[in-house]
């Protein structure tokens, strides 16, 4: 290992720009939000309901059809996890940031799984597992996971 | 299984931003290696490494480390995961009976890539990745909290395995220096800054530079190179399901599988009489006790009382484990070298005494979703 | 030590420019279907272990098999992540053959799949960030940055073909007829071939040389789409494949050697791959795949090759180097029909790569569709039986070269 | 040769697939450090300085590296000898480049070829003296080295490569 200086070369400039399909199981989904609603699909061997929808069940390896087995779903649900958090990441870098938020995993009521949303207006305080929570809708919805806001106490 | 060992082995001292070139880490670690065996390049027949292109910054990272690596007209090949996997491609080129002598070597640079960036790039780009709730910071908080709530387990329990491999670390000089604390109180961890609520800066495995190699042969040739091959006598691995609402993080269903098909293939049925010394990838400190318990080794909720210091009933991390330094793609094939060295005697400042067996394990994605476990064997 | 290891079966998603009907994991599961198909006695539980890959930097998605699990079948079971850039297919494939030669208790049965959905990222920078750091460190040295545009202005995978296309068409004498007679050829069998990308039923020559250059001696109607789609094959042990199907595919040579890379050395030093038609990689990777084959005369006991070219003077290039051909006379092979599907050495009868190219499927859709030409399930069959094939994949910085050789039967090592 | 690079696209059967939401991503190359060690190339840039030209040899196999490499892949040492380098060399690959003038929208064929000099074993992406048309390169084509008036001890010390006069019998030959 040499003592002299490493050359360091200057940071990549080029970005690359990616836009992933999201399939049409969760354009339904987002569709749905659009118009402030969850949907989810059922899979017919086993019961389980997704929240986002799935084209699979990774439990029994049944293929859900596109036009069946959807389910409408609350938009209240139940605080199963959270945890608080002082970091602030994005695909450019991460930082921590003096304002903790607290970020929770939510399972919508009637769903087999949870999903994972920021908690508002609730002090680190109030949050306990178990206590229920509901939607806190975006007023303009455009169609994407942003459309909820978050979840506050139901 | 048929018999393959572990006959050399090298790892470049672990740095929070090496004053290396990425390509001069590379060779240290491989020709290291080489000599550590006592071989040359010729006896090379086949190079698997261990790089990740998010971590590398650049597309087909391992096209332009084929000469460094050694694979210069050789077989070669790329495992995009942890170094630990890159070394079961490697036991199966040797099994295979097409090679004589696998070079397996991994490893990234924490200096060159965004932290934590690079795992958003894991997450589901269909739903979770524009909105960046989930990460594999807030994935630690929950996996933590998952596991105390299930069974009522204190911070401090958790934090004591912190204090433990730490201060394990002060011995082994490869280790991260930043990751050395030979005082450390259990005070400092539970007040060291939050990372995710209740997991704390460190409890957590520091991310740096650091590139490992290791050799592997079949039976016949290893016995020519070492008088103290360490043979492979299990290996296991399997990926649970990756949406985090899915799973039960109070517990590793991937551990479980993976030690269960390890254990079998080496005909271990209670791995905490027949196993002496554990060096498990453990990215923060509750994995580990979460780990010793999917393996049977404690029972569950249990972890935490079982004394795995150096000289207690089960060791687990002598070498300070990943709390001790954390190179993406080279933690888990260091732990495998780490436990080879307790194997062969050859881990001065931290050896458990009289070593024949030991497992060692590797890992990747969020809350441990893909677990791979190795059962290690000596000659005596 | 290992096992004789077969090919139960391939199955492939359809190909096109945007597959913006479903996701990435949905394309996959596309794939898999369809390779369970073609093996109808088992299903997805039966599968002991996952291998898979892709071109991670063209999609944006670090280690997407993590996402994907549920999509695959692979809840809970062992999964192995191989990439290796443009021979991504090949190594997966190949990782695919050494889990069951392996014997590891509990893994007889592996399904390899590799996949990638270009349309979702760009290609361009994609390719250029496989050298950017290299280029980084030139301008270190004094040269600077639109001096350094200018040299790579080439475009990474044309630049690297045009430099071939080069030194090869300078030594063989080929012409601009031969280069598009291999893109007829390859667009006409695409046509056939329902998962193809490019179908071009009457694409003739004139029309292909009507099109501008986009890099001498390239021209825009010459070069490989930019597609999405997967491809997944089944890999299992002698006996289990006799019941999964009639005519099990043994896979008797592979090979994956790597050389210097090409144009730009690593560290800012220069290559030596001096003339980058040579492939020294190629040949050592085909001589050892062909020794473990135990064969000793390509051009007569092959029946049928897959070779992996974008561009048509690789086409040519390849079935030279791979010992198919004589050095200078594939172009001759071309122009009198030998490589025609009813010709004696059938090539690229999918279309090859030139018509189909999803990076990080199209390396292993090479041995894919060679194994089906043996099982006689392709969807553009050769007449003639085919006994022997063989699938080849190149990519990295023209450094990487993979290869599998297959037959209908056993090589002389376990027979 | 067609002056102007206009995409032609030529048809093919093609099959409708439903258009679906993307969701946005990104890589910023940006964020990333690149760590490269080139201290192994000061004596070239020494040497550079003085209009003169040195390659690394490894000691083992004896290739010649210019610019130096760093690991000698085949014999996985570090190359440690200099060796002395004449400024005459060939063109061991090249290819044409279409630069789109921004201003005059005029597209410029300018040849990128891959020089090696005498004496070393490896070749480097760079360019001829501007005025060389193109289509008089070809693979062997005899170069020399045309030196920047000021060198600070770079590789654009080397500002580009002049060419010389072949006097190979079979040269009309060779040309394609």
Sequence with gaps: MTEEKIVVANKGIIRAE??????????????????????????????????????????????????????????????????????????????KVKKPQIIGMVQIDGSSTSIVYRLLNIEPGEVKIGMKVKVNWEEATKGDPSDIKGFSKA | MEKVAIVGYNQVKLYSDANYGRYEMI?????????????????????????????????????????????????????????????LYGLMRVLSGNHKLAVVWGGSMASSYPAHTVHLYETDPTWERPITYVSDITSAGFQMRAYMEKYGISAEEIAKTAVKNRKNAVNNPLALAEAQNPNITLKDVLESDIYSDPVTELMVAQPCDGVAALLLAPEKQAKKITDNPV?????????????????????????????????????????????????????FAHEELIFIESLGIAEKGKGADLNAEIGGDFPVNPSGGAL????????????????????????????????????????????????????????? | MGRQVCIASAGFSEHASKRSDVSMPELVSEAIKDCLKNAPSIEINDIDMFVNGNMPAFEGANIPELWMTDWMGARNKPLMRVTTGGTTGGSVAIAGYYSVASGLPGVDTVLAIAFEQQSQGDTATGLASVAYGEISVLNSLGIPYDQLTLLFSAGAAIGVASYQATNYMRK?????????????????????????????????????????????????????????????????????????????????????????????????????QLDPSEQLGAQKTSDVAFQQAGISFPRKEIDYAEVYSPFPNQELMWVEKLGLFEENTASEMYETGVTALNGELPINCSGGVNSTNAIGASAMERPAVAALQIMGKASNQVPETVHTSLGHGWGGYINLITMMVMADEPARKFK | MSKLTRRKSMEYIKKEYVRTRTMPASWYLSSYKFKYNITHMEPMREKLKQKKLVGLQCSSCNRVFFPPRIVCGKCMVKP?????????????????????????????????????????????????????????????????????????????????????????????????
């Design chain 1, 18 to 95: 990616f836009a992933f399909w999201v399939g049409q199981y969760m354009d339904k989904f987002y569709d749905a939000l659009e118009n402030k609603k969850i949907v989810g699909n059922k899979c017919p061997k086993c019961g389980d309901v997704f929240v986002p929808p799935r084209k699979i069940c990774g439990k029994c390896n049944e293929t859900i059809p596109l036009d069946q087995n959807w389910v409408d779903l609350p938009d209240t649900g139940i605080l199963k996890n959270y945890t608080i958090t002082y970091y602030k990441i994005n695909d450019r870098a991460s930082r």
């Design chain 2, 27 to 87: 060779f240290e670690a491989v020709r290291g290696a080489l000599d550590n065996a006592g071989l040359k390049k010729k006896d090379i027949t086949t190079v698997v490494s261990a790089t990740n292109d998010y971590y590398d910054g650049r597309t087909i990272s391992n096209s332009l480390t084929v000469e460094p690596g050694g694979g210069y007209l050789a077989d070669e090949s790329k495992v995009e995961m942890d170094g630990a996997h890159a070394v």
């Design chain 2, 231 to 283: 043979w492979i006598t299990g290996v296991g691995l399997s990926q649970e399901t990756y949406y985090l609402g899915d799973r039960d993080l109070s517990t590793s269903k991937s551990m479980e599988l993976a030690g269960k098909m390890a254990f079998q293939a080496a005909g271990i049925n209670d791995p905490n009489t027949q196993i002496d010394v554990a060096e498990l990838y453990e990215a």
């Design chain 2, 324 to 380: 001790g330094g954390n190179p993406l793609c080279a933690t888990g094939l260091i732990r495998i070298i780490e436990a080879v060295k307790q194997i062969r005697g050859e881990a001065k400042g931290y050896q458990v005494k009289n070593v024949n067996k030991a497992i060692a394990s590797g890992q990747i994605g969020m809350c441990s979703q893909n677990n791979i476990l190795y059962v290690l064997e000596g000659d005596n």
């Design chain 3, 172 to 272: 063989s004498k080929t012409t601009e007829e031969d280069l598009a007679r291999v893109v007829v050829q390859n667009r006409h069998n695409a046509a056939k071939t329902w998962w193809a990308h490019l179908k071009m039923p009457n694409l003739t020559i004139e029309e292909v040389l009507d099109t501008p250059y986009i890099s001498y001696p390239l021209r825009y109607g010459m070069v490989c789409p930019a597609s999405d789609g997967a491809c997944a094959m089944l890999f299992t042990t002698e006996e289990k494949a006799k019941d999964m199907c009639d005519i099990p595919v043994y896979v008797n040579g592979v090979g994956s050697i790597a050389t210097e890379t090409g144009i730009l050395g690593y560290c800012g030093s220069g290559s030596g």
């Design chain 4, 80 to 176: 440690d000898r200099w060796v002395d380098l004449r400024e005459t060399g060939r063109v061991a690959t090249f290819t044409i480049a279409y630069i789109k003038d921004p201003e005059t929208g005029e597209v410029q064929e300018r040849p990128i070829v891959c020089a090696q000099l005498d004496g070393s074993d490896t070749s480097y992406p760079t360019q001829l003296n501007p005025d060389i048309e193109f289509k008089d390169t070809y693979v062997g084509m005899p170069i020399k080295v045309h030196w920047a008036e000021n060198s600070e001890g770079g590789l654009m010390d080397i500002q580009y490569y002049d060419v010389t006069e072949d006097k190979a019998q079979d040269l009309e030959l060779r040309k394609d």
